[in-house]
């Protein structure tokens, strides 16, 4: 009895309890709100992003799924999303070029990483045209394990050496190489800018690291049966993935998908077409594939669809690796 009335709390001792209880729980929610407000901008980015900030905070997406990036307007949502953000990360002019202003009018307080420019990447100068010869591929060095930014001469003298990044590829997400490269570089800013879960982000990262290799081996065995296989496609999105994966694509039907491709322009690729024997011609869900059945009529190829952007998968890395298995799952099938 009279131990069980010593276990009993005395009113100060139980007001010094109750005050240690609410400070704790207040410094919880401190930890918790210091976690950072992180905005990205295009759907595969912010598939990865998610990936590296699991458990600690969930990135807002910009560009919704089915859009385009290359002429998207900033709905008032989404400018709010901008201006409540700790941290931007987009690819750069060379994609969301509608974002340069909005970003511009931001206080100095929001981090923006614009990856083309910031991060250690593979990159691919822009291709002139959109008609391309097999030799402008570097089949050599893609069978080596994992494509280190070496697989391709040009791809390396312009992400080593500073080149005017105005003139690079913008679809750098479309490269497993460059999925790993962008996990690193955002798992340190954001340990960086939030030291409290650096520990987090790391493992997140090395998680997502050992899941990007194994998705490169199963892609490398897949699409290894037509690698020599010709094909065209809408427009020319696709070269971090054919050159990762050593693909012979011929060229792409429009250089530039915010305008349609003229008379002149379908004639070509109607020849390209018949010239190179390409077994196929690959339309997007975002754009009109019409003027794919046009570019066709009177040849053997077949018409597939390829999706730069995955609208409709599931948001996380199990979103990114499904945009990569279907692009492969089409190109094999249609080209097969």
């Known amino acids: 009895m009279t131990q069980d009335r010593a276990m009993r709390l005395t ?4 007001l010094v ?3 240690g209880l609410l400070s704790a729980l207040a ?4 930890a918790q709100a210091a976690a950072p407000t992180v905005v990205v901008s295009v759907k595969p980015i912010h598939d990865l992003v998610l990936g590296v900030t699991e458990g600690v905070t969930e990135p807002t997406l910009l560009v919704p799924g089915g859009a385009s990036p290359h002429d998207y307007a900033l709905r008032p949502s989404e400018m709010r999303a901008l201006q409540q953000a700790q941290l931007v990360i987009w690819v750069g002019p060379e994609l969301e070029n509608f974002l340069v202003r909005p970003l511009a009018g931001l206080g100095a307080n929001v981090q ?3 990856l083309l420019k910031d991060a250690e990447l593979v990159r691919h100068p822009v291709r002139e045209g959109g008609i391309w010869d097999s030799h ?3 089949h050599g ?9 070496h697989s391709h001469s040009n791809a390396h003298s312009h992400s080593a050496h500073g080149h005017d990044h105005a003139e690079s590829d913008a679809h750098i997400w479309l490269s497993p190489e460059n999925a790993r490269r962008i996990v690193v570089h955002v798992a340190d800013v954001l340990a960086r800018l939030d030291p409290d879960n650096g520990v987090a982000y790391r493992t997140n990262r090395d998680q997502m690291l050992a899941r990007l290799d194994r998705l490169d081996e199963e892609l490398r065995a897949q699409l290894a049966p037509v690698r020599d296989a010709p094909f065209i496609v809408f427009h020319d999105a696709y070269q971090y993935f054919e050159q990762h994966f050593s693909l012979t694509p011929a060229g792409s039907i429009t250089v530039d998908p915010s305008r349609a491709p003229g008379a002149r322009r379908i004639q070509e690729i109607r020849q390209r077409v018949s010239q190179s024997e390409a077994i196929c011609v690959f339309s997007e869900p975002q754009f009109r594939p ?3 059945a046009t570019v066709i009529e009177g ?7 390829l999706d730069p952007l995955g609208a409709d998968l599931p948001p996380g890395p199990q979103g990114y690796e499904q945009l990569l298995r279907n692009m492969a799952r089409s190109l094999v099938e249609c080209l097969s």
């Not at 009113?11 to 139980?14: L, Q």
């Not at 040849?299 to 669809?305: P, Q, V």
Request: hydrophobic share 30%; with cysteine; glycine share 16%.
């Open 11 to 14: 009113p100060p001792r139980m």
């Open 17 to 19: 309890l109750c005050l």
């Open 27 to 30: 410094l919880g929610g401190i």
């Open 112 to 114: 923006h990483i614009a």
């Open 136 to 138: 402008d591929y570097g």
């Open 141 to 149: 060095d893609h069978n080596h394990g994992h494509n280190h930014g």
């Open 290 to 292: 019409a003027i794919v």
């Open 299 to 305: 040849t053997e190829a077949r018409t597939g669809e």
